[in-house]
Every structure is written in C-alpha cells, then in structure tokens.
C-alpha cells in the first residue's frame, strides 16, 4: 500500500506504477523492482537471487562450473 496526503495521490502513484512496471497491488510484498522480499518474526531479508538466477539462464551457462574470485579480507 502506498500512502499519500491525499487519497487520490496514493492511487495515481500505483496507477503510474503498474503502467511502468510488471506488479499487483495483491497481498503481502514479495518482489519489488527485482528484489526478493522475505519477513521474518526477526526482520526483513531481502535478496537478488531470483535476479542473478534469471541472468544465469539468460546466458545458458546453468551447469557451468563456477570460478571463484579472490578478495582482499584486510582492505576497508
């Protein structure tokens, strides 16, 4: 739900938004602009991994081996 000042502004935001964008206004958050929204009783995580999955099939590289790459642990 969005909230506005104005009732009206909450719902021409939505309406400009569903235009624009795949979305509903029906139940619970779960996808917002690409990122996976998950509540728990302890907090809210959220996760791009519905989005690097879809990047991974775009590319056909499912069952490619996977390389790491190192980093330094003591740089800030």
């Known amino acids: 739900m969005f909230r506005a000042t104005h009732g ?23 996808f917002f602009l ?4 998950k509540k728990y009783d302890n907090g809210i995580f959220i996760s791009q991994s519905n989005y690097a999955w879809d990047i991974v099939k775009k590319f056909g590289i499912e069952g490619k081996s996977h390389a790491w790459t190192s980093m330094s642990t003591s740089i800030k």
């Open 8 to 30: 009206s502004l909450s719902h021409k935001f939505a309406n400009e938004m569903k235009s624009e964008f795949e979305m509903s206004m029906m139940g619970e958050l779960n």
């Open 34 to 37: 690409g990122i996976q929204v």
